[in-house]
Structure formats: C-alpha cells, structure tokens
C-alpha cells in the first residue's frame, strides 16, 4: 500500500469512529431522558382521566375534618351490601360525592328558577330554611336501588330491599378515627 491511498483510508475509519461515538452519546442521552419517564408511567397512581380530574386539588389538610358518605343496600336475604354509585350510574365517582352532598344539604332546592316540583315544596313547608335536612335524597336511594334491581332476575335473592346512605366524619388533627358514625337515612324499595 502507498501513502496516497492510505491516509484516504485512515480518514474515512476516523470518520466512521467520530460517527459511532455519536451515536453512543445519543444513545446515551435518550436513554439518560427516557429511563425516568419510563420509570414514572410504570409507577404512576393515577390514571387517565382521573390523574387529570384531581391534580388541582389540595393533598389535605389535617386542621379541617371532612364528612363522608357510604351507599349500602339491604338484600331480600338480608345481607347488607356496599353498592358503588360509579357503577350503577356509569359516572365518575367524584360527581356522586358532590350529587350526595347537594341533596342532602338540599342544594337543588335554591336554585333560581326552582324546578316546579322543588317551587311547590318550598312554598308548602314556608322556606328553604324551614326544609328538614336531605329532603329529596329518599328519591335518590330510590333510583339507585332501581338501578341495581333492574340488573338481577326478578326472583335473585341479592335484589335490594331497602337502600341506605351512612354519614361518617373525620375530625381531623390526626391521621386516624376516621369511621366515626354520623347519622343513616334508609328507604324502602
């Protein structure tokens, strides 16, 4: 070989070599930018849409205790049951929370215009503030236990018989006592 026709050589094996420490440093640097994202979807808690729905709100706070609601029902065989809203409904389970908390706080019932029907309560009991708590809220029982009903074969020992709303509260301060039993409001179906 001369050395006309080797140092054409040297530079393209320069060439080659320049070009595969490249694309070991872009290798490198992707997998430097990917191993972390790879690392938080398989770890994630939440997922979409619900990660969305409740990265606004606040992690908590211990100083202010909340209220919670629980749905149960009562089987034709007597055994008691947690029924899902989110099911029977086809909801997002947050939306139940807040559908809970209007009715029994009776919420629907202030609402400019009033429905005809909430108008006529309203003006039969003399006021929104002289309405017993939850007013409405036996109707609601009433349409989820149906719900749940019309899924089961008419003669199913695990029908409802009767559809209940337990309400517990948390005081807050500590991270514990957190069933402490409120009050139940039960309907027959």
């Known amino acids: 070989m001369n050395r006309a026709t080797a140092e054409p050589q040297q530079g393209v094996d320069a060439h080659a070599a320049a070009a595969r420490r490249l694309r070991a440093l872009y290798a490198l640097l992707t997998l430097a930018l990917f191993a972390p994202l790879c690392w938080a979807f ?4 939440n997922l979409y849409p619900f990660a969305a729905s409740t990265m606004m709100m606040g992690g908590g706070s211990l100083e202010h205790g909340s209220v919670y ?3 149960r029902g009562e089987t034709v ?3 008691i049951i947690d029924l899902r809203p989110a099911r029977l409904t086809d909801a997002l389970s947050g939306r139940h929370t807040s559908l809970v908390n209007a009715t029994v706080h009776n919420k629907s019932l202030t609402y400019v215009p009033a429905h005809p029907a909430n108008a006529a309560l309203l003006k039969a009991v003399g006021g929104a503030d002289r309405l017993p708590p939850a007013v409405r809220l036996p109707e609601l029982l009433r349409a989820w236990g149906a719900s749940y009903n019309e899924r089961l074969p008419e003669g199913s020992p695990r029908r409802l018989r009767a559809v209940r709303l337990d309400e517990y509260s948390w005081g807050g301060r500590v991270y514990g006592d957190y069933e402490r039993f409120v009050q139940t409001w039960r309907t027959e179906l």
């Open 69 to 71: 609601h629980v749905l």
């Open 77 to 79: 065989a007597g055994e």
């Open 42 to 45: 398989v770890n994630v808690r």
